[in-house]
Nanobody, 112 residues
Framework: QVHLVESGGGVVQPGEPLTLSCAAS????????MNWYRQAPGKQRELLAT????????VYLDSGKGRFTVSRDNAKNLVYLRLNNLKPEDTAVYYC?????WGQGTLVTVSS
């Protein structure tokens, strides 16, 4: 059974960084592309980025390009989302995803 658990969220001030983690189990992690999504209050869930099995990644969100980076540790079955220069509009629940499986999400609040 696929199991995804996000962690690392919290309350930060604008301009600060944060690194989110997603622990994966129940499937061949090193052979799977992984995605990060987020859902802001009152908005639809949106796709942020995909990291491929090779470690290469794509950030889809225009406002995240140059600020968000994705990495993975195949030995530990972990995928990371590094959020730099956070803005209040980045406040959202951030989710790890693989195909039809989702974690519970981790809340990031950016506020002064």
């Amino acid at each position: 059974q696929v199991h995804l658990v996000e962690s690392g969220g919290g309350v930060v001030q604008p301009g600060e960084p944060l690194t989110l983690s997603c622990a994966a189990s129940g499937f061949a992690f090193s052979s799977s592309a992984m995605n990060w999504y987020r859902q802001a209050p009152g908005k639809q869930r949106e796709l942020l980025a995909t990291i491929m099995t090779t470690g290469g990644y794509v950030v889809y969100l225009d406002s995240g390009k140059g600020r968000f980076t994705v990495s993975r540790d195949n030995a530990k079955n972990l995928v990371y989302l590094r959020l730099n220069n956070l803005k209040p509009e980045d406040t959202a629940v951030y989710y790890c995803n693989r195909q039809s499986s989702w974690g519970q999400g981790t809340l990031v609040t950016v506020s002064s």
